[in-house]
């Protein structure tokens, strides 16, 4: 069964930084992410799409975060970023990756973190 365990939440002043990892695991299998998605539910809120990387590389943002969030990849550890940056108090929300992983079948399978809070507030 594939893992994902986000990390890197916390509670932050506006302005503040902070960087979220997510890892991907499987006890036994080589595996191998593909595409991944960054998604933020606030309370009483839907989840949206923060920012999204393929597994070539190829980044998109949601207009609420362009020039402030940035996420990156190592694909050598299974491992997506998000580096957010100039936190504002309306970034507060639960935060989840979502990923496509390859784990020995021809086509990838979905999966959820389960999520890790960010809190900005002063």
């Known amino acids: 069964q594939v893992q994902l365990v986000e990390s890197g939440g916390g509670l932050v002043q506006p302005g503040g930084s902070l960087r979220l990892s997510c890892a991907a695991s499987?006890?036994?299998?080589?595996?191998?992410?593909?595409?991944v998605g960054w998604y933020r539910q606030a309370p009483g809120k839907q989840r949206d799409l923060v920012a999204g990387i393929t597994s070539g590389g190829r980044t998109i943002a949601a207009d609420s975060v362009k020039g402030r969030f940035t996420i990156s990849r190592d694909n050598a550890k299974n491992t997506v970023y998000l580096q957010m940056n100039s936190l504002k108090p309306e970034d507060t929300a639960v935060y989840y990756c979502n990923a496509a992983v390859y784990s020995g079948g021809f086509s990838p399978s979905n999966y959820w973190g389960q999520g890790t809070q960010v809190t900005v507030s002063s």
């Open positions: 499987a006890s036994g299998k080589t595996i191998k992410i593909d595409s």
